[in-house]
């Protein structure tokens, strides 16, 4: 029986394992922090720390696009998430129907349907079921120290076969996963050995303000139009969870010093009501102080280069391969889609052929999921440079016609329900731009609709107001 070795046991590890798991291969997950605790979900939110998570206690959501394909693949890992207290059927676009022109709701809607549960309960459902999944083993407080290596199939490469931990242990692999999240230090390992990764970075990334709320009577307060809207300098994220908890974020640029203030819970909260779509959410029981995280650029790494691999014996998948800005909640999302792409690929070639392993998963891997990243790190750069322009109290412009146009898309969707549907699908992850904005005339009609309004429709504070709000005055 074949041995596969998964680095990382969150949401991204476990599925794979699952999924390689139901192949007949046999896996063992290993996991540098500690197991959850006992006694149950509060127990679980109120103790289990990750300290290599760092997103750990912020804002999570499972796209619509991840649950479709969850339910697909692993119905018994949504039955478990259920019993651990997901909400089901959260639709996504529900607090927009009836707003402006986007119409009532349709029966098409039901696509925008996904399961509502805060991070560290989704971790512990996965757990749980992969746990009892036949011919897998997890190990918690497991550190990763090396990479072990062995003959490759040519010598132009270093092959893989397994890994070091700590204590000294030797795991051998068939193949090893490197699942280990934006933390990984995987690459500092393959770098050890002579395959450090070819990496793609956007700069200075962004900074998140989070805190997590409950009501007294497990109800979710009146939904946002949307989840998520973007305003001079600030963007605004609501994600519900299990229970009657859910969670806002307020993203500014890493590089922004004066919004740093937002880490006090008074400023934070000032600023949150300047926001009327979201005011109210800062009006629940608080059951978390405000969370900051920098950090969070996007970044890719490829372990293929000219057609050539730079090792064999290893994979990275999800954040381990590419990590995307965390406010589009797309991480756990796209870690699946990339977990069932490596299973797709394995049923063709197995592990006996390393080389032509790392070629297929790669090829896969640029055709399907780097469009995605490519398309999210074009709008870091552009947003951060359109902040850059705020803090020094100028308006950015440019002839960037792609970024035109998603600002046209997301004025007007406000002004055709076709148009606040198919952006919804792309940010869904239910489809592609393209197929999205299919419709003959509609990236026309979302020009026309946005001529003269303003960048961000949204009701918010320009940037003056703001500062003079979080300081106090």
């Given at each position: ?120 309960l989704l971790d512990v459902a ?14 918690h407080g497991v550190k990763v ?329």
């Amino acid at each position: 029986m074949k041995h596969v070795v998964v680095l990382g046991a969150g949401p991204t590890g476990l599925v794979t394992a699952m999924l390689l798991a139901a192949e007949g291969i046999r896996v063992t997950v290993l996991d540098r922090d500690p197991c959850p605790p006992d006694g149950g979900a509060e127990a679980v939110w109120r103790d289990w720390r990750r300290p290599g998570v760092s997103q750990f206690r912020h804002s999570h959501c499972v796209q619509p696009g991840g649950a479709r394909q969850l339910a697909a693949e692993l119905p018994g890992a949504v039955d478990r998430i259920l019993a651990m207290g997901g909400r089901p059927h959260y639709n996504v676009i529900a607090g927009a129907w009836d707003v402006a022109a986007t119409g009532p709701r349709q029966p098409e809607d039901a696509r925008f349907e996904t399961i509502a549960i805060r991070r560290p309960l989704l971790d512990v459902a996965l757990l749980a079921q992969a746990r009892e999944t036949p011919g897998i083993s997890v190990r918690h407080g497991v550190k990763v120290t090396g990479l072990l290596t062995g003959e490759a199939q040519t010598a132009v490469h270093p092959h893989v076969t397994g890994v070091l931990t700590q204590d000294g242990e030797r795991s051998a692999a068939d193949l090893v996963v490197d699942a280990a999240g934006r933390n990984s230090p995987v690459a500092g390992m393959l770098a050890g050995i002579g395959a450090e990764p070819e990496e793609h970075r956007v700069g200075m990334g962004f900074r998140y303000y989070t805190r997590y709320f409950r009501s007294p009577d497990g109800t979710l307060p009146r939904q946002p139009p949307l989840p998520l809207c973007h305003h001079d300098s600030v963007s605004v994220v609501s994600v519900p969870g299990d229970r009657g908890t859910w969670g806002v974020s307020l993203v500014t640029s890493g590089r922004d010093q004066e919004l740093r203030v937002l880490a006090d819970a008074g400023a934070w909260h000032r600023a949150l009501k300047l926001y009327p779509w979201f005011a109210h959410l800062g009006e629940g029981e608080p059951i978390t102080g405000v969370t900051a995280m920098g950090g969070s650029d996007s970044r890719r790494r490829r372990l293929v280069v000219d057609g050539r691999p730079l090792v064999t014996g290893i994979v990275p998948v999800g954040d381990a391969w590419g990590t995307i800005n965390p406010q589009f909640g797309t991480g756990i999302t796209m870690g699946w889609r990339h977990a069932t792409a490596l299973r797709d690929v394995l049923r063709v070639v197995g592990t006996d052929d390393p080389l032509r392993l790392a070629l297929m998963l790669d090829t896969v891997t640029e055709g399907n999921l780097t469009p995605v990243w490519e398309r999210f790190a074009a709008w870091d750069r552009s947003r951060l440079a359109e902040i850059d322009a705020e803090i020094q109290g100028d308006v950015r412009t440019t002839d960037d016609a792609h970024w035109n146009l998603q600002i046209a898309l997301g004025s007007a969707r406000w002004k055709d329900p076709d148009i606040l549907r198919g952006v919804a699908d792309v940010g869904c992850l239910l489809a592609t731009p393209r197929e999205a904005l299919v419709k003959p005339g509609l990236a026309k009609r979302a020009v026309e609709l946005a001529a003269g309004e303003p960048r961000y429709a949204e009701p918010g504070p320009t940037r003056r107001e703001l500062l003079t709000a979080v300081n106090g005055a």
